[in-house]
């Protein structure tokens, strides 16, 4: 393939280009933030979750509170009512009245029983109530600095788009300049290897790092001048500069 030298030179410009471009998808993808963000998402998930269980346990006792406290109610109904039997004196039968302080001293122990429970689902509901509280904070936390991180996501994101446009602007300008030929080549190679075109500077080859035999550098200083050098060990096109050491 034949290219002017100049043109074959605009083709480190362009290599240049795609490096910057490269980096900014790879800053992109790479941003602190998006870690920190799937960090912070997962962790607000359970949180939610957490809160959502607490509630639950929380209004759970809650009725379990007042179906205890129904209860204390309604044996401390009816041994009111039979204490006001009992002091009326409408029970007069020796038998009957022995029966009626029985039970009336059964429902004061079991008023005693059931007041003891309403006092420890108190104590849990209590609990319960605070952990709902302590997990709803540290939701609400998660949730400020995951929008936190968000914002500046997005800040640093539209930053290196505005940076990623300019860029292409600038490759689309340069890209123009190359003949359609040299350019498709190019294109082919970056695909291939990352990067289509580097300088042969004193002797090695800048893509791969690999210095040239005498042979291969002899044969390229005998090379025309528009002639499109290719690399034998990483295939790059090679563009000659006065730095090549030719």
Known sequence: MKA????????????????????????????PELAEIDERSKLYARLATQVIEAE??????????TKA?????????????DQKRLDSGA????????????EITSLHKRQG?????????????EAADTKVTDLATQRDEVRTALSTAEDRRDTALAEIDKDSGDVQGRRSGVSGEIPADLLKLYEKLRD??????????G?????????????????IKAAPHDEVIRCDECRRILVRTPESGL
């Open 4 to 31: 002017a030298p100049e043109a074959q030179k605009r083709l480190l410009d362009l290599a240049e280009l795609d490096s910057v471009i490269d980096r900014l998808a790879h800053r992109r993808r790479t941003l």
């Open 56 to 65: 639950t346990e929380a209004g759970d006792l809650a009725r379990e509170q």
């Open 69 to 81: 406290e129904s209860d204390v109610d309604a044996v401390r109904t009816r041994a009111d009512r």
């Open 91 to 102: 029970v007069t039968s020796p038998r009957d009245l022995a029966s009626l302080q029985s």
């Open 113 to 125: 029983d059931l007041e003891e429970v309403v006092l420890e689902i108190m104590e849990r509901r």
């Open 192 to 201: 291939q290897y990352g990067v289509g075109a580097a300088m042969l500077q």
């Open 203 to 219: 002797g090695r080859c800048q893509g791969c790092k690999v210095a040239l035999s005498i042979a291969e550098m002899n044969r």
